[in-house]
């Protein structure tokens, strides 16, 4: 499960920033990890954070975290943000809400088709992953109503090269099931 944060500077650009963040529940502090790009945030600019909570190490329930991100050269805090996470796992909102799902072809070489049942009305969202977890494609579909839907995301032009990649269906902000596709060019 993952949380993005955008970490903003309005003020002069900073080399060497430092992500962190802090909690006070130990369960959460050892299942969530982080991933930064780049550790130089120009003048105006901003960056992604990505909070990544591992499923297999922590149960459903409400927790909150400090978000900070400093200088290490300056040891000045540019960003601060108290953030509450509600965990529900996967499978208890698959089991809960869709009642069926395809995509298909596989493998896809112009427009990848999902055919989603929903049991109750959601926001969904289809994502696709490179193996190492860059987003490339997202496209949210708010306030889907309970029944049929056939949702399709355009590969062609927005994935350059021939390979495996991951697909992601998330349903209202929880990523509930992961696919490997292969797309041909």
């Known amino acids: 499960m993952y949380r993005n944060y955008i970490i903003k500077n309005n003020g002069d650009g900073i080399d060497d920033l430092e992500f962190s963040f802090s909690t006070d529940d130990t369960v959460l502090k050892d299942a969530c990890s982080y991933t930064f790009d780049n550790a130089t945030l120009a003048a105006n600019d901003e960056k992604k954070v990505k909070l990544k909570i591992d499923k297999n190490n922590i149960s459903n329930g409400t927790y909150t975290i400090t978000i900070n991100a400093t200088s290490k050269n300056q040891d000045e805090i540019i960003y601060s943000k108290n953030c509450t996470i509600v965990v529900q796992l996967a ?19 112009d427009a990848l088709k999902c055919t989603l049942n929903l049991k109750k009305d959601a926001d969904v969202a289809l994502n696709i992953y490179t193996l190492d ?5 997202s496209k949210s579909y ?12 355009n590969i062609g032009d927005e994935i350059a090269h021939q390979g495996i990649y991951i697909f992601a269906l998330n349903v209202n ?8 596709i292969m797309v041909l060019k």
């Open 173 to 180: 902000d929880i990523e509930t099931i992961q696919k490997r």
């Open 142 to 153: 708010n306030s889907l109503r309970s029944g049929e839907h056939h949702l399709s995301l």
């Open 91 to 109: 499978t208890d909102i698959k089991n809960e809400i869709i009642n069926g799902m395809r995509i298909y072809p596989n493998p896809v070489k």
């Open 133 to 137: 977890g860059k987003t490339l494609i």
